[in-house]
Protein backbone atom coordinates (compact mmCIF):
# COMPACT_ATOMS: atom_id res chain seq x y z
CA UNK A 1 0.00 0.00 0.00
CA UNK A 2 2.36 2.30 0.93
CA UNK A 3 4.21 1.96 -2.66
CA UNK A 4 0.53 3.03 -4.18
CA UNK A 5 0.74 6.53 -1.97
CA UNK A 6 4.96 7.27 -2.74
CA UNK A 7 3.66 6.75 -6.45
CA UNK A 8 0.68 9.13 -6.11
CA UNK A 9 2.61 11.95 -4.39
CA UNK A 10 5.82 11.75 -6.80
CA UNK A 11 2.81 11.94 -9.90
CA UNK A 12 1.46 14.96 -7.94
CA UNK A 13 4.56 16.43 -7.53
CA UNK A 14 5.69 16.23 -10.68
CA UNK A 15 2.14 17.06 -12.54
CA UNK A 16 2.28 20.38 -10.09
CA UNK A 17 5.97 21.38 -11.55
CA UNK A 18 5.00 20.12 -14.99
CA UNK A 19 1.71 21.50 -16.18
CA UNK A 20 1.39 24.04 -13.39
CA UNK A 21 4.81 25.54 -12.86
CA UNK A 22 4.27 24.70 -8.82
CA UNK A 23 2.29 23.18 -6.10
CA UNK A 24 0.53 26.94 -5.20
CA UNK A 25 -0.83 27.65 -8.89
CA UNK A 26 -1.48 23.87 -9.32
CA UNK A 27 -4.15 24.60 -6.16
CA UNK A 28 -4.77 28.08 -7.44
CA UNK A 29 -5.49 26.70 -10.84
CA UNK A 30 -7.71 23.78 -9.48
CA UNK A 31 -9.69 25.83 -6.84
CA UNK A 32 -8.25 23.38 -4.38
CA UNK A 33 -6.61 23.98 -0.95
CA UNK A 34 -3.04 24.67 -1.37
CA UNK A 35 -2.24 23.90 2.30
CA UNK A 36 -4.15 19.95 1.96
CA UNK A 37 -1.81 19.42 -1.06
CA UNK A 38 1.36 21.06 0.69
CA UNK A 39 0.77 19.11 4.19
CA UNK A 40 -0.16 15.67 1.69
CA UNK A 41 3.10 16.41 -0.33
CA UNK A 42 5.39 17.01 2.72
CA UNK A 43 4.15 14.13 4.85
CA UNK A 44 2.96 16.06 7.18
CA UNK A 45 -0.75 14.74 6.94
CA UNK A 46 -2.88 11.93 5.19
CA UNK A 47 -5.83 13.50 3.53
CA UNK A 48 -9.54 11.91 3.65
CA UNK A 49 -9.89 9.46 0.12
CA UNK A 50 -12.80 11.90 -0.96
CA UNK A 51 -10.23 14.90 -0.66
CA UNK A 52 -7.73 12.69 -2.86
CA UNK A 53 -10.31 11.55 -5.21
CA UNK A 54 -11.30 15.37 -5.36
CA UNK A 55 -7.77 16.32 -5.97
CA UNK A 56 -7.56 13.64 -8.33
CA UNK A 57 -11.01 14.44 -10.54
CA UNK A 58 -9.82 18.05 -10.93
CA UNK A 59 -6.25 16.86 -12.54
CA UNK A 60 -7.89 14.53 -14.92
CA UNK A 61 -6.50 11.34 -13.29
CA UNK A 62 -7.41 8.13 -13.44
CA UNK A 63 -7.27 5.13 -11.41
CA UNK A 64 -6.96 1.72 -13.58
CA UNK A 65 -7.38 -1.57 -11.24
CA UNK A 66 -5.97 -5.13 -12.66
CA UNK A 67 -7.98 -6.76 -15.19
CA UNK A 68 -8.99 -2.66 -16.66
CA UNK A 69 -8.25 -1.37 -20.10
CA UNK A 70 -6.99 2.22 -19.58
CA UNK A 71 -8.18 4.15 -22.65
CA UNK A 72 -5.84 6.51 -22.21
CA UNK A 73 -2.21 5.96 -24.12
CA UNK A 74 0.62 4.47 -22.46
CA UNK A 75 3.15 7.80 -23.29
CA UNK A 76 3.19 10.95 -23.83
CA UNK A 77 3.54 12.63 -27.44
CA UNK A 78 6.04 14.80 -28.64
CA UNK A 79 3.26 17.39 -29.56
CA UNK A 80 1.57 17.07 -26.26
CA UNK A 81 5.06 17.49 -24.29
CA UNK A 82 5.15 21.11 -26.37
CA UNK A 83 1.37 21.82 -25.73
CA UNK A 84 2.42 21.26 -21.54
CA UNK A 85 5.57 23.61 -22.06
CA UNK A 86 3.70 26.30 -23.92
CA UNK A 87 1.13 26.32 -20.73
CA UNK A 88 4.00 26.55 -18.32
CA UNK A 89 5.28 29.05 -20.06
CA UNK A 90 2.54 31.36 -19.96
CA UNK A 91 1.14 30.20 -16.65
CA UNK A 92 4.79 31.56 -15.43
CA UNK A 93 4.48 34.63 -16.73
CA UNK A 94 0.85 35.01 -14.92
CA UNK A 95 -1.38 35.16 -18.13
CA UNK A 96 -4.99 34.33 -18.30
CA UNK A 97 -6.94 31.18 -19.07
CA UNK A 98 -7.89 33.24 -22.33
CA UNK A 99 -5.11 34.11 -23.07
CA UNK A 100 -3.26 30.72 -22.17
CA UNK A 101 -6.26 29.29 -24.62
CA UNK A 102 -5.69 31.37 -27.48
CA UNK A 103 -1.86 30.52 -27.08
CA UNK A 104 -2.08 27.09 -27.05
CA UNK A 105 -4.39 27.03 -30.12
CA UNK A 106 -2.02 28.75 -32.29
CA UNK A 107 0.92 26.69 -31.37
CA UNK A 108 -1.65 23.49 -32.05
CA UNK A 109 -1.72 25.48 -35.17
CA UNK A 110 1.28 26.02 -35.84
CA UNK A 111 1.95 21.68 -35.20
CA UNK A 112 -0.70 20.56 -37.40
CA UNK A 113 0.55 23.26 -40.61
CA UNK A 114 3.50 21.68 -40.26
CA UNK A 115 3.14 18.05 -39.97
CA UNK A 116 0.09 18.61 -43.00
CA UNK A 117 3.22 20.52 -45.26
CA UNK A 118 5.74 17.75 -44.55
CA UNK A 119 2.57 15.13 -45.28
CA UNK A 120 2.09 16.86 -48.48
CA UNK A 121 5.67 16.85 -49.79
CA UNK A 122 5.87 13.42 -48.84
CA UNK A 123 3.33 12.65 -50.92
CA UNK A 124 4.54 14.96 -54.21
CA UNK A 125 7.78 13.35 -53.37
CA UNK A 126 6.19 9.43 -54.20
CA UNK A 127 3.63 10.84 -56.79
CA UNK A 128 7.33 11.46 -59.27
Do not use: W
Request: with cysteine.
Amino acid sequence: MMKNYEKLLAGLRSIADSRFGNVTQMADSLDFSQSTISKMLNKKSRPRIDTVCDLLDKLGAKIVFPGENAAAPGCITPEASRVDEVILGMRKLGMDPAAIRDGVLQELSAMFAKNTGQDDEEERRHAI
